[in-house]
């Protein structure tokens, strides 16, 4: 096995840690397409076995220029695929637990938001602080105990929020859809 010229495929510099102790193995590639064609370095034959350069070749970080292709020892080559895969899987756990986490947080979290119910005039909304969970926030009208029972009057409506930077990109509205019997028309 001779030394072998490899590309690096990745935009990014790309370093080769040297074998313990031996930083005549040290290789720095510059990004994909360098200008001044650091991005293809050689790599001594020594270097080439390690399992580092042999990892980044078979993950195609680095190409091996012209036909010396150095090949891979098929137990390598289990290794770093089980290796990938284990990582893999690492990582789609992570994620589905992440994931988990924030909608479980989500739908407990209370949230203090004002009554929608008519205020004592009928003019304007009753405001008072009623906690609503996560869960209901977008099902359940929040309305307190004194209207309650306005429930099947308010449809939501989603809107987008945009004029405040940190709020969420929507949020819901609720609309009143019918008067009660007993409630007087709000005068425009
Ligand atoms: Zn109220």
Redesign the pocket.
Known sequence: MTAVLTRNTQPGPLVLQPADGNYNDYVVWQGAGDPDGQDVQLVSAEAVQTVPFQRAVARQLLVVEGDDVPAVDPAVQAYLDRQAAIAEAARARAEAELNDKIEHTENRELHGLG?V?PDARGTGT?N?MVSVSGKDKDKIPP??S??KHLALHYVAEVVADNDKVDAKPERTRWIRTTMGPREKAPTQ
Do not use: P, V
Request: hydrophobic share 10%.
């Open positions: 009554c119910g009753c008072t309305l307190c004194q209207h």
